[in-house]
């Protein structure tokens, strides 16, 4: 069955570093989108990127990730860490078809810190 | 635009206790989801709905865990009894349906003690 893998639960890095969060996925839709949810303390989680275009670099807020359906990765990244980005981050998976049902990661909490 | 309503936004229970979880989707949307959020389990799926009618439940929540379309735009979540293991965020989303973007409430805290 369809499934999103996100290996790291944590992720602590110093601000100014770059960031990347890993996402794999498992999905017999050629449709499927791929997405990335933030959630921040205190707010409701949003979407931060989404995707269903291979090997095309999606953009948004300083984060950048690339679907690569050859390997089945959806890694999110950015440049520099604010402490700001400090939030939950999940990866999802829409199969994109009728029913399109939806599969997150277990999701990876960033703490930037100064 | 309103975006999805939850409420209320914290709940406090005592353990055996029957709670009911409210939630209006975004104005137009047919696709609901119910979620609960841990710390240790991420997002799990509790119901799927489209147009009122279930399309997907999460198998492990059904036997305390209810969840309904009184109408297209309003959901209930009913945990009975609760126990403290329940403990958790409920999130509730909508979406277009053959939309793909989520769009949750702030949530519902719930303690159970």
């Known amino acids: 069955g369809d499934s999103v893998t996100q290996k790291e639960g944590l992720v602590t890095l110093t601000e100014g570093l770059p960031v990347m969060l890993n996402c794999t996925y498992q999905t017999i839709y050629s449709n499927a989108f791929l997405f990335w949810y933030v959630h921040y303390l205190n707010e409701s989680p949003r979407l931060l990127l989404k995707?269903?275009?291979?090997?095309k670099r999606t953009e948004h807020q300083g984060f950048h990730a690339t679907l690569h359906k050859s390997s089945s990765s959806f890694h999110l990244q950015k440049s520099s860490a604010q402490l700001s980005d400090s939030a939950l981050y999940y990866c999802a998976l829409s199969e994109g078809n009728s029913n399109n049902r939806i599969f997150f990661g277990d999701g990876t909490q960033l703490v930037v810190k100064p | 635009d309103a975006g999805v309503t939850q409420t209320p936004r914290h709940e406090v229970a005592e353990k055996g206790q029957t709670i009911i979880l409210k939630c209006e989707p975004v104005s137009g949307h047919n696709d609901l989801f119910w979620y609960r959020q841990t710390k240790i389990q991420g997002l799990e799926l509790l119901s799927y709905?489209?147009?009122?009618?279930?399309?997907?439940d999460g198998g492990a929540f059904k036997d305390r865990f209810k969840a309904e379309m009184l109408n297209s735009s309003f959901s209930t979540l009913k945990i009975q009894p609760t126990e403290p293991k329940d403990s958790a965020v409920y999130l509730c989303?909508?979406?277009?349906?053959?939309?793909?973007?989520?769009?949750f409430g702030a949530g519902t805290r719930l303690s159970v003690l």
């Open positions: 709905f489209r147009s009122k009618s279930l399309m997907e």
């Open positions: 995707s269903s275009t291979d090997n």
């Open positions: 989303a909508s979406r277009l349906t053959g939309g793909n973007t989520l769009y």
